[in-house]
């Protein structure tokens, strides 16, 4: 039996809004980031301070049970415990089967970012996905999207659950039929591991979020990567001290937020997070529900019942764990500019965004289609470009030399008309300019016409550009933000991940030993 091709791993701009973009390039004025470090040493400088506060013996072991860590993230986690490490975060809220590539790009470049410090410091460093199973977003939970032959098709659940229901407290019901159209759509896999899994996590009876959480658990713990579940009674339990601090100073927050929101429409960017008026940044849970507690309003009295909003989540998570940094997204980028005067209204530690590694998995499959056609990465970006070089390709010679008439006699017609306008001349120059106009627009309109033609003719090569934009550009989105992995993973296997791993693990040696 022969080897099979594994797909090349391509690292790519993470991209973003243009206040994300500035925080990628380390422009932001001072004071509204965390500085990232510039060297080896001053990484060192910060895992040995960090890990000096000692939250990895003090909280790591009380969260035991809403961590997931076994085999090798489990290990990673008690050494960190043991000899008083620290660890590098990243997250999600779920997303159905598992949700986009970015998900597991994330968490693997997690664990290249906790290899490199433990490589530059020798401080042992764990990667901990935290998933945020207490978030409430339905839509984004239940849907996905798959490549198929032609294009690629969006797979959504149906959450049947009161609008502000946690995903963990939400049930997940029946979600055999958009397995089975996930499992069709990874082909004549050859590593089923990987969908057992996600079969066994996406049981009927399971919550939307465990059944998210279960999954992570058994495709990243075997890697070395722990998954925190944010929703679990334990880690609310100690969140809710500090939610009780962000309830007694939400004037102070506020307060903080407005005036960085000025600064930052001052610089000509928009905040990433318009906060709502007189509501503070924490939720509070109450018979399976959670909504946002109103500032000036006193902290409930039951146990566990607080929860951060997206702003206090990052200071809460810093709170908790000894995390040296946060591996961030471009929206993640753009409001950990928030974050600041957060954490300092709190009289916080600052969490430290680390713009995330981006990359992009071009199978051998659709690399052979992209040369079939002739095109390259950058002509499939935009549907319409690329249709039109293969209709243009495509165009008999007989009709290019009908569209090259057209397009000659506009002109000349044109020319002709501007010569008979002026001061003396039969017509107007306005008319003779609408009547050259209008010849050019028939010209382009015979051209386009021909052109439908043949893409019509040409149907095989539009489905397989179709294939190829279904891989790389599904929906017309980039692949990471939109594809689901699993279907890759099952033709795959380990050996993907390893090649997402291995790319990642060059951009964090890069950002470590600059």
């Known amino acids: 039996m022969s080897e099979i091709a594994l797909p090349r791993v391509i690292t790519e701009p993470l991209g973003g809004s243009p206040l994300s973009l500035l925080a990628q390039r380390g422009e932001a004025p001072a004071g509204w980031y965390e500085p990232l470090p510039r060297s080896r040493d001053d990484w060192a400088t910060r895992v040995r301070a960090i890990a000096a506060e000692g939250l990895a013996g003090r909280n790591l072991g009380a969260l035991a049970g809403a961590l997931r860590a076994s085999g090798v993230a489990g290990a990673r986690v008690a050494r960190v415990i043991r000899e008083g490490g620290v660890v590098v975060t990243t997250g999600q809220q779920p997303g159905l089967f598992g949700g986009p590539v970015y998900t597991w790009s994330k968490a693997l470049a997690a664990l290249a970012l906790a290899d490199a410090l433990e490589r530059a410091t020798g401080v042992p460093v764990a990667p901990i996905f935290w998933a945020a199973t207490d978030d409430a977003d339905a839509l984004e939970a239940s849907e996905t999207v798959v490549a198929v032959v032609g294009g690629a098709e969006r797979l959504v659940a149906t959450i049947d659950a009161p609008a502000g229901t946690p995903m963990c407290a939400a049930p997940l019901g029946d979600v055999s039929e958009l397995f089975a159209r996930l499992a069709a759509s990874a082909g004549s896999a050859t590593h089923h591991e990987v969908l057992d899994a996600a079969r066994a996590a ?179 970006r935009d549907a319409s470009r690329a249709e039109r070089i293969l209709a243009e390709r495509a165009i008999p010679v007989e009709a290019r030399a009908v569209i090259e008439l057209a397009r000659s006699q506009a002109a000349a017609l044109g020319e002709r008309l501007a010569a008979l306008a002026g001061s003396a001349g039969p017509i107007d120059e306005r008319v003779a300019a609408g009547h050259a106009r209008r010849a050019q627009w028939l010209a382009g309109r015979l051209e386009r016409r021909i052109l439908a033609g043949v893409k019509r003719r040409e149907e095989e090569s539009m489905r397989l550009l179709g294939t190829v934009r279904g891989s790389l550009w599904p929906l017309g989105r980039r692949q990471e933000r939109t594809l689901n992995l699993l279907p890759l993973l099952a033709r795959y296997g380990p050996s993907l991940l390893e090649r997402m791993r291995a790319a990642a693990g060059v951009w964090a040696s890069a950002l470590v030993d600059r």
């Open 202 to 380: 996406y049981r009927r009876d399971a919550t939307v979020g465990g059944a998210y959480v279960g999954l992570l658990e058994a495709v990243l713990n075997p890697i070395g990567v722990a998954v925190l579940d944010a929703g679990d009674a334990r880690v609310r339990e100690l969140v809710s001290p500090i939610g009780e601090s962000a309830l007694r100073r939400a004037e102070s927050v506020a307060g903080a937020l407005a005036r960085r929101a000025v600064e930052i429409r001052a610089a000509g960017f928009e905040p990433q997070v318009e906060e709502a008026d007189r509501l503070s940044l924490v939720f509070e849970w109450k018979d399976g529900v959670k909504t946002r507690v109103p500032i000036g309003a006193s902290a409930p009295r039951a146990a566990r019942s607080l929860s951060p909003n997206v702003l206090l989540r990052p200071v809460v998570e810093r709170a908790l764990l000894p995390t040296v940094g946060y591996v961030a997204g471009p929206g993640e980028l753009a409001y950990f500019a928030q974050v600041a005067p957060v954490a300092d209204a709190l009289e916080a530690a600052r969490p430290l965004a680390v713009p995330r590694w981006s990359g992009t998995i071009l199978e051998p499959r659709v690399e052979r289609a992209l040369e079939r056609l002739g095109l390259t990465l950058d002509d499939v």
